[in-house]
């Protein structure tokens, strides 16, 4: 099971997902970001790991998404993670060549 979550003011929005990201779950998750996204067309859009139990590559694709609709509307997307083994997976696929990663075991994820 998975819950998404939003907080947004005229400038970002933050998506906050908690629990599961995987095949059966992302695809949801991606059509409401978007629509969040359309509605609210937000400069930086925070993607916030932190309570993600598990991710597969599906998260990934995720991301990307996310990162393709808010450059073609000149923002940015940031991803907030707590958990080091999706922080690694990350690193691992490049995305964070693209997108910014924020926290981590030495960083205050506030």
């Known amino acids: 099971m998975v819950e998404l979550k939003y907080d947004s003011d005229r400038k970002s929005l933050a998506a906050v997902i908690i629990g599961e990201i995987d095949h059966h779950s992302a695809e949801g998750m991606r059509d409401k970001i978007d629509e969040a996204i359309y509605v609210f067309k937000p400069h930086k859009i925070i993607l916030d790991f932190t309570s993600v139990s598990f991710m597969d590559s599906s998260g990934i ?3 990307m998404g996310r990162y ?6 000149g923002g940015e997307v940031f991803v907030k993670v707590k958990d080091e083994r999706i922080k690694k997976i990350l690193s691992l696929s490049g995305i964070d060549k693209l997108v910014s990663i924020i926290g981590g075991k030495n960083e205050d994820n506030k």
């Open 61 to 63: 694709g995720l991301i």
């Open 68 to 73: 393709r609709t808010s450059r073609y509307h």
